[in-house]
């Protein structure tokens, strides 16, 4: 029995762990403790103190530190090489991995974890390369295996080997202490062993996980023991000598302290991480060990992130201009989805620097040099503007995650605002080149910003929500630590002096306190979005239906779905709402770029929502914008379309078609097209036609992707009839008519049972010469499900499937027959596809979308 309820009892773990009071909870407790026991470690030391020590570091240190760093992100590099290697060898060049993972973590560990998960990073980069959403899991799975596996490996022999001082951490008995080093040594030596035997896959439901080899996992834990080694060696060169911990004993505050550090979701850990390793080593009231945290802050967190950035920003250079070579090519292409995540973290820095400059003295020095230049309000002013465009760089953040172009302007200009601030608060040139750098750096990335819907800049998510409250208290801390030995007074407030720094912080903080509270409180109430949300088919769809050149536009016009309409009417979006998804029926109509803008807000609007995304039945136009958004790409079919130009129906292929429309002339059979402003009279006449042919038909009347007669939706179209000789008729279909005479179809074919076998036929050849007469350049022939779907090994899963059951299906549905009849007309074929979340989501999402088309099982079967 206890086998059965741990299942359960797991699950409801996890429910109570992912349960978004509890994520909010943990970090914001943990960020509360961490800033009041911060400042109680650090008090009686001065910012003055912590100046000198910095500047005292020896420059030998200094390099050393650099090399730990190095050898730190070695570890982290052959990570992804290794994973990758064990799950798809040949899917990309080993640099590939190496250089993201290194860049990715280089840019995550500034950002903080909150935002940037290994697998969503990953997505990003591998998905280029082909790897679907199981794979990339798999990969970082592995990747963190590593990691796991040097952890027990360390913590193991540190156990078991007893080391000097370990018991002050650990006050466990010698025996107890050894059995769980033995325990722990013993549970990675018999990992080794099971993979040695070939069992080397775990199954879970439908997904199965190849694990390394065992050479593969004694790689991956020697690269855990660079990373973790590496980046503890870091901090341990950089504390005073007289400090004393041992190495073991270093080692195990320093792993506590990363792993509160991403518990807090500050970016960085900032806050949590200085008190644990403070608190841990009893360092309380050093001005040194401060001083050396701040370096160690410079040195393993600042430095790569500018490497990276600085990195990215000549490749992207480099690809706007054509001038890469094929390795470098390859490279960007890997690299190009982070760039975004890089220009958010940069902002993010950006914004850190200018806060906590305002939260600091400022060099007397520089001060007396603008006394004589500079009024006092001046300097005043641009203390108080550099403290808010801090605080708005933070925020704009966000933005640039989502590749706002809005939010790059925004940015560019609060980065030179913060420039000139920083001249004129105190000439302080190191900031003012920090922001200059940052300036150029996000200039050339300034292709990654294309989307232009008018989402608010300042509404965030409860994830960036809690990061910014926690690292606003990290960075007011700073302020409180360095004017620590200022008694507080009321007068502060309204004191303006050359030396009133200690004023200046205080009126800085509340000013980004205030801005803060605003952006917090209008990301909690909701506002309406610019983008539109419409339930009836309002005029402007009716109008871009109307100058689409693809007729497929106009299935639109079915009255079933809700539509999103940029701002500027160029373009708009049909979907329905499950309850669970918002699925859009094929791409945006209208202008590309406003089309691309739309299939965000509609991914947005689904999140907020808490529900999934997915656009069905689309074409190769947008695939780059849907795998931006972290969609699988899934081809469900391909289209047929016939060229019109001098269409005719002879040759042996189309002998049925000419032989029914000869019989159906000499039989008196009259055919005609008949304009939407005059089917009013016959409506009436084609209803009992449609429900005489759904009577003798299987299922209900379709929706969503196919037409149903309404006579509000046959108005909108010329139908094309079929009479006989007493001049009733007979076959019907509605016709899609696209702009410019591009293309034509049909949407619904009916016909009465009595109907001769030949009417439908011939209806359908007088159609297509009908067409080529009247100037068409195509006709569309419609879908043909699951053909040209790949059904190879090396296929992903659902294309499998979708082959299996076009080659295996014929007794339900003849798949095959369908695209032969098609093949007749020698047409041109193009794909067809399903963007929607990876994994077991592909499958929920087929269903819903035969919900929507035929309404469940039920309305197959009725």
Partial sequence: MADAKTPTVVARVLRVIEHPAVKIVIPVIIGIIAVVVLHKLASHVSWADVRGDLAAQRPWVLLAALGCTALSFAGIAAYDFLAMRAVAPKAMPARVPMVSGAAGYAISGLLGVSYLTGTAVRYRVYSAFGLDL??????????????????????GALLTLHPTGLSAILPIPELVETTLGSLLLAGYAGYLIWLATGQRRLRSHAYSLDLPRPTQALGLTLAGLLDVSGAALTLYVLL????????????????????LGILSHAPGGLGAFEATIIAGLGAAGRSDVLASLVLYRLIYTVLPFAIAAFGLAIAATLANRGRFHVASSTLWRALKPVVPILAAALAMLAGIVLLISGTLPAEGTRLELLRDVVPLG???ASHLVGSLVGALLIVVAAGLYRKLYRAWLFAMALIGIGLVASLVKGLDWVEALSMAAT??????????????????????DRRWILSILVLAAAIFWIGLFAYDHVDYRNALWWQFSWNGDASRFLRASLIVAIVLAAVVLNSIISHRPAIRELREIPDVVRRLVANSEDTEAN????????????PDETAFIAYADTGKSLIAKGDPVGEVKAGQALIWALRERAYRAGKRVAFYAVSPTYLPTYLDLGLSILKIGEVARVDLRGF????????????????????????????????????????????AWLARKQGEEKGFSLGAFTEGYMRNFDVAVLRDPDGRIVAFANLFQGANRHELSLDLMRYLPEAPHFAMDALFAEMLLWGAETGYRWTSL?????????????????????GFIYEHGEHFYRFEGLRAYKEKFDPVWSPNYLACPGGLAAPQILYEVNVLVSGGLRGLMK
């Fill in 648 to 691: 005719t129906l002879d040759g042996s292929k189309r002998k049925d078609l000419r032989q029914a429309r000869n019989r159906a002339a000499r039989d008196g059979f009259v055919f005609a097209v008949i304009p939407c402003a005059e089917t009013g009279p016959i409506l009436p006449e084609l209803r009992h036609i449609s429900d």
């Fill in 378 to 380: 001046v300097i005043e």
């Fill in 555 to 566: 299935i639109a016009l079915t009255g079933d779905k809700l539509f999103l309409v940029s």
């Fill in 134 to 155: 199981v794979k990339v899991s798999a990969v970082v799975a592995i990747s963190w295996s590593g990691f796991v596996s040097a952890l027990l490996l360390l913590f």
């Fill in 439 to 460: 300036f150029v750096t996000l200039g050339l990335l300034r292709p990654a910003f294309y989307r232009a819907e008018g989402i608010a800049l300042f509404r965030l």
């Fill in 782 to 802: 419609g879908a043909a499900p699951f053909a040209g779907v790949e059904n190879r090994e090396l296929a992903p899963l659902w294309n499998r499937i979708g």
């Fill in 240 to 259: 005073p000598a007289d400090l004393g911990p041992s190495l073991p004993v270093f080692a195990t505050v320093f792993v506590a302290a990363v792993m």
